[in-house]
C-alpha cells in the first residue's frame, strides 16, 4: 500500500479497495479544504502529522459534530489497514479478508476517540493500532459465535445488559424494551436445554414451552398479560434479531452516498470548521494558565541577564531599542565609533540569547535550527516590549506565546 506523505492528503483521504486489495487514496474535497484553510490560518505551525492529529482530536473533544472527526477519521485510515492485515496474516482463517477486517476497526473510530487521553504521552496513531488489532480479534470471535448459535441459543447467551444495549441500539421504546425484557427473562427461567453441550443448536420451544412461558410471563405482569403465546415468540425473535444487528454491525463509510439520494454523502452533514484561528481553537484552559506562567518566566530570565551586562551594554540596549535610535545616532551621543555600537549590540544579544536558550533547555525543548530561529524573532520582539512599555508584562505577552507553542510540535 502506497503510503501518504502529504499532510493535507494524510488528514482528507480514505483508502480505496479492488476486492481485498488496496486500490488507491481518494480524497474528500470538503476535508482538503478544511486542511488547506487550516494550514494557511497557521502557517507558524509545524507541518507534522503527530501535531495535527492532537489539535483535530482536541478540537472534536469540543466540537464532535465537527469536521474534527472527518480529519482523524481520514489519518487512522492505516492504522485500520495494517492492523487488519496483520490479524488476517496471522491470526484468521481464509474466510476473513483485509477488507472485511478494515471495516470492523474503521467503523469503531469514535471509540478509539473516547478511549484515548492524549496526557497519558501515547501517540494517538500508536494507541489506535493497538486497539484495532484487538478489536478485530474480539469481534471476529463475538461474530463466530452469533454465526453458529442458533436465535434460541444466542438469547439464552445473552447477558441483560447486552440485550439491554441491543434493543435501545434498535430503537425501540423504553416501554417496549422493558416488555421484552420481562418475557427474555421468563424464555430463559422456562426454557432450560437438557444437554448443556449442545447449546448452540438449540431449536424452537415447542408449544407446550411456549404457553408456560406466557403464563409466567402473565404472571409477573398482570396490568398488560399477552394474548397469545405466539406474541412471545415474535418478541423473542425480535430480541435476537437486535442483539445480531448489535454484536454484528452492518458498517456504512461516512463517504456513503445518502438513502433515496442521487448525491451527497453522509459526510456533508458535518459543519465546516468555525475556528477563528489554528492557536485560538487548540490551547485549553490549562494551556493559556501555563503560558502565562511562561510569560513571567521569561520576563525574569531576560531581566535578569539584562542585570548582569555593565552599564554600558544596557545603556545600548535602551538608546536602540527604547529610543529607536540607529548605531550611527548611539555612536556620536556616545561618543564611540559606530563598529564598536554593532559589536556591543551583538554580543549583548548573544548573552541574552544564550540565556533564552538555557530556559528553553530546562523546559526540554529541543534547540533545533527553526526553534533558535524563533528563539532569536521572540528576543527581538521582547526587547522593543521591554524598553517600549512600562509595563514589562505586555512586551511579553505575544512572545512568550512563540516559545510556548515550540514544545508540543518539536519536542
Excluded at 506523505?5 to 482528507?12: K, T
Excluded at 424464555?187 to 408449544?207: E, G, M, V
Excluded at 527553526?370 to 521591554?386: F, P, T, Y
Amino acid at each position: 500500500m502506497r503510503s501518504r506523505q502529504d499532510i493535507v492528503e494524510i488528514f482528507s483521504s480514505f483508502i480505496q479497495f479492488n476486492a481485498d486489495r488496496f486500490s488507491n487514496w481518494a480524497t474528500d474535497p470538503k476535508l482538503r479544504r478544511s486542511m488547506q484553510n487550516s494550514l494557511a490560518r497557521s502557517p507558524q505551525a509545524t507541518i507534522k502529522e503527530n501535531f495535527w492529529a492532537l489539535y483535530w482530536y482536541k478540537l472534536w473533544l469540543v466540537q464532535p459534530q465537527s469536521l474534527a472527526f472527518g480529519h482523524l477519521y481520514a489519518y487512522l485510515q492505516e492504522a485500520g489497514y495494517w492492523a487488519a492485515q496483520s490479524v488476517v496474516t496471522n491470526f484468521t482463517s481464509s474466510q476473513h479478508t483485509i477488507a472485511d477486517c478494515f471495516q470492523i476497526v474503521i467503523a469503531k473510530v469514535d471509540k478509539i476517540l473516547q478511549g484515548f487521553n492524549s496526557q497519558q504521552g501515547y501517540n494517538l496513531k500508536n494507541y489506535a493500532s493497538a486497539i484495532f488489532t484487538s478489536t478485530i480479534k474480539e469481534t471476529l470471535r463475538q461474530r463466530q459465535e452469533v454465526d453458529i448459535c442458533t436465535d434460541w441459543s444466542l438469547l439464552r447467551k445473552l447477558s441483560h445488559k447486552r440485550l439491554e444495549a441491543a434493543l435501545q441500539n434498535a430503537g425501540i421504546s423504553p416501554e417496549k424494551v422493558t416488555s421484552y425484557l420481562l418475557a427474555w427473562n421468563c424464555f430463559k427461567t422456562i426454557y432450560i436445554p437438557t444437554q448443556a453441550s449442545a447449546t448452540r443448536q438449540l431449536a424452537k420451544p415447542d408449544s407446550a414451552t411456549w404457553d408456560a412461558i406466557a403464563k409466567l410471563y402473565d404472571s409477573q405482569n398482570p396490568g398488560t398479560p399477552v394474548r397469545q403465546a405466539e406474541t412471545l415468540e415474535q418478541w423473542m425473535l425480535a430480541c435476537a434479531k437486535a442483539a445480531r444487528s448489535y454484536l454484528y454491525p452492518t458498517v456504512a463509510s461516512i463517504n456513503t452516498p445518502k438513502p433515496g439520494q442521487d448525491t451527497g454523502e453522509w459526510l456533508d452533514n458535518l459543519p465546516e470548521l468555525q475556528g477563528e484561528s489554528l492557536l485560538t481553537n487548540i490551547i485549553t484552559q490549562e494551556e493559556i494558565e501555563s503560558r502565562q506562567t511562561q510569560q513571567k518566566q521569561i520576563s525574569e530570565v531576560l531581566v535578569a541577564a539584562i542585570a548582569q551586562l555593565d552599564m554600558q551594554a544596557q545603556h545600548i540596549l535602551r538608546l536602540y531599542y527604547g529610543e529607536a535610535l540607529t548605531q550611527q545616532q548611539m555612536a556620536v551621543q556616545l561618543d564611540i565609533k559606530q563598529y564598536t555600537i554593532s559589536r556591543r549590540l551583538t554580543k549583548c544579544r548573544e548573552e541574552l540569547l544564550k540565556a533564552l536558550a538555557q530556559w528553553c533547555k530546562d523546559l526540554h525543548i529541543s534547540l533545533t535550527s527553526d526553534v533558535l530561529k524563533d528563539i532569536s524573532a521572540v528576543l527581538d520582539e521582547w526587547l522593543q516590549g521591554h524598553y517600549g512599555q512600562t509595563d514589562m508584562a505586555a512586551g511579553v505577552e505575544d512572545t512568550s506565546a512563540t516559545l510556548a507553542d515550540l514544545k508540543s510540535p518539536r519536542e
